[in-house]
Nanobody, 120 residues
Framework: QVQLVESGGGLVQPGGSLRLSCAAS????????MGWYRQAPGKQRELVAT???????TYADSVKVRFTITGDNAKRMVYLQMNSLKPEDTGVYYC??????????????WGQGTQVTVSS
């Protein structure tokens, strides 16, 4: 069994910062990629940023420069530092991991999500 648990969401004013964390646990052999996605009300879930086990990163154009994704392979953690937040960054942020378990199951897992609200 695999679990992803997010933390760090909340309410912040425009221009402010938040740092999200995600911890992966369970019968994990190897994590290939971890990432963050978000879903705004009435919209589809979209990619925010990803990081591979080799520390290669990708970002959505809308968050480049403002957001930074980092990971700690040993701790099985991924972080998202969000700066210069805008109201349009509001949504539920989900952690995602593509991995293989000790029983050789290759799959993608999701956390429960953490709410980020950017508002004055």
């Amino acid at each position: 069994q695999v679990q992803l648990v997010e933390s760090g969401g909340g309410l912040v004013q425009p221009g402010g910062s938040l740092r999200l964390s995600c911890a992966a646990s369970g019968s994990i052999l190897t994590i290939y990629v971890m990432g963050w996605y978000r879903q705004a009300p009435g919209k589809q879930r979209e990619l925010v940023a990803t990081i591979t086990s080799g520390s290669s990163t990708t970002y959505a154009d809308s968050v480049k420069v403002r957001f930074t994704i980092t990971g700690d392979n040993a701790k099985r953690m991924v972080y998202l530092q969000m700066n210069s937040l805008k109201p349009e960054d509001t949504g539920v942020y989900y952690c995602n991991a593509a991995l293989v378990t000790f029983t050789s199951i290759h799959n993608t897992y999701w956390g429960q999500g953490t709410q980020v609200t950017v508002s004055s």
